[in-house]
């Protein structure tokens, strides 16, 4: 059989009428008490009174000329007075009640173009023949033959090489005979400081790329004098005449 456990025991048990003074008790009171007021006693250490600054009294300074600098101040202050220069009865200028309006449209500022003019065609008659004097057909002088004026290929230089001589020169001689009309070639070449020319580069084309290829090639023969600049850069136009044709060609 099991044994009965014990009855736990009260902390504070009541005092019967012949037991001692309740000593426990009296010193959990005594001790709540001192752990209250030390903790009192700490914050009051530990944070101090709070001390408040008054605000300064106002202060006022009076400008009296017992100063030179208060004196300097004043009559600066009497100079700089607006009263001087306002004016409560400003003079209007004569006539402002009679402007009217005028609107800006009604001045034209450029003239409008007119019709383009007709442009008539001045018929030019040949004088008339002596009827007095006849001539026989046998008599008339021949007509003489017209010459045909054929202009070669020319080659020009400008910018930075149009001053710059030239120590070969060949004359234009084009392999290739073109069939159409054909603009001048505007290259855009670079010459070393030997004279040589290193660069082509085509800017106008003239239309036909067989005779642009033919101022290049020719270009290589071409040869600048000297110089000390390390590169020059200029531009050649080859202006095509009649010997870069196969046959006169037909302008329209």
Request: with cysteine; glycine share 4%; aromatic share 10%.
């Amino acid at each position: 059989m099991k044994t009965p456990a014990p009855e736990a025991g009260l902390t504070f048990s009541t005092t019967s009428e012949d037991s001692d003074f309740p000593y426990v008790l009296f010193f959990c009171v005594f001790g709540s008490l001192l752990a209250h007021a030390g903790t009192f006693f700490l914050f009051q250490v530990v944070y101090p009174q709070r001390v408040t600054i008054p605000q300064p009294a106002p202060h006022v300074s009076l400008l009296t000329p017992s100063s030179p600098e208060n004196i300097a101040l004043l009559r600066w202050i009497e100079a700089e007075d607006p009263a001087l220069i306002a004016n409560d009865n400003p003079v209007a200028p004569p006539g402002l009640a009679q402007a009217r309006y005028r609107p800006s449209f009604t001045t034209p500022r450029t003239e409008p173009l007119g019709a383009p003019e007709e442009k008539t065609s001045v018929v030019r008659f040949p004088p008339a023949a002596d009827r007095l004097l006849p001539t026989s057909p046998s008599q008339a002088p021949a007509p003489a033959p017209a010459s045909a004026q054929v202009s070669p290929t020319t080659l020009s230089f400008t910018d930075g090489l149009g001053t710059r001589p030239l120590a070969k020169n060949p004359a234009p001689n084009p392999a290739y005979r073109a069939t159409a009309p054909a603009e001048p070639t505007t290259l855009l070449i670079g010459v070393d400081s030997q004279g040589t020319v290193r660069f082509a580069l085509t800017q106008h084309s003239s239309g036909d790329p067989a005779l642009d290829d033919v101022a290049v090639a020719h270009l290589r023969n071409v040869t600048f004098a000297a110089a000390e600049a390390p590169m020059a850069w200029g531009f050649a136009t080859f202006s095509w005449g009649a010997d870069a044709y196969a046959s006169t060609p037909s302008v329209p």
